[in-house]
């Protein structure tokens, strides 16, 4: 039951079914109907609320039997009350049946406890409208505090990880007969195969850049990781192909198809501003992006990462939370987390107080369903300064967070379009003109598979105008908006 379940859950959106369906009729093949779950179990269903709200354990072994009888009852039908034909069927029903196996699963993972809270986030969209009694002792104040309860849990499971040491030599599972291409930096970047047609000038773009600069180009179309039965976003991933190549390497440019190099920039290696090449103690970073201050949304469609042993702990511990479920903005969320987790590590091995995984309960949805994505970024903000020092002049052996206003490799274009100075500009999220992308760049979707053609445009173009990397980074959002 739970891994169907599961697959579902991420799969779908959180909208709810709507009420005023036959509670009469019986719930899915059985003779069990919505008014029989409703009548014997909704005096189940509010104990469990109220013992789950004391903090109290909700199924043990004296539990009374209207209690157990009711849990293994909703644990054959919570598949049914989560299938699409559940708003047809009996809502408060199927809220009984939810809130039941959500207050009564085992919270020992972060995973799991995720998949627990989608089971009370639903039950209360059923019921939030309606309010019968058996709730009104706060289901969806349960919500949240399974949130924080969830990011308890993770908090433990970091604690069992450590950062593995600092070290400038490759990868062990590199070497001789590994097949590694020692000393090549590759561009990485992914594509489903639907999407193919929209991506190729921009594809044959990123081809381009990688030849001027003598780098390996990966262009991913194996979309095994985000398909069936798995469910992920497709933005997941350049995250799995980078785990698989990540050895062959010196390290990966992870990038999105949704990019430009500006034309008269194109001399500028993203990899060497991310420190690639760079050597000493604190120079050659594991993981390097473009730093996002105060009121940047935080972006990671640039990305370099090193073949180490860091590298490589990177990846894991951001695939790990493709299990979790509903992130905020796909692997976003699970990034930004990945990084504060790290730098909580890095503080620890200094002596410092670490990271207590406090911005996680944002990484999910709130009662209602809604992410509160300016809510997790005022957390990052706050979490990152604490823990690697203010925008701009963070401190960290593990990560170099680029400075936009000296080179910005990841601009995202916001509301002054593309005025602003930079490297590399991002259209991120907005609803996509490819075509007006394609004009910004100044040349035809036909001709930008010719490389020499698209040499011979950014050259001309770096003749008649000089490059300028970078800026002052964005202040200040307009009214209503915390977070642009
Ligand atoms: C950029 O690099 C190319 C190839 O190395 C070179 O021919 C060209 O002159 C360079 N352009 C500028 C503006 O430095």
Redesign the pocket.
Known sequence: MWPELWHWLCFSALTFGKCGASCAAPLGEGAISGTDVINGCSRAAELAIQLAAADKPVLHDDSPDFLKGCVSLSEGLVGLAFQEAASEVCPEACAIILALQGLTAELEETARCTQTLLLLVRAYGFISESEPSWAMSGLGELVYARREQCAKVRRLEVERFRLPRHAAAPHPSAGPGSGQTTGQVAVLVAATPNKIHTYQPFLNLWRCYAL?HGMGFILETDDTEVSPPHHRAPNWLRWFTAKKYLSYYKALLVVDPDQLIVPEC??VSIPAVLGAWSGGAFGSPDVATRDFGKPQTLNNGVVLIRSSQRGHFFLDLLLEKAAWMQNIEKDQGAFDETVLEILGMEANARGDEGYDSECAQYVWPNAKGNHEIALYALCWWRASERLAGPFGARHSSFFRFADPRLVDVNHVVGARGLEEPAVLHHFAGRSKDWDFMLETFGMARRNTGNCQRVFQHV?SR??EKRCIPGGPPVTECEPPMLVC
């Open positions: 001027r194109w001399n050259d770096a003749a």
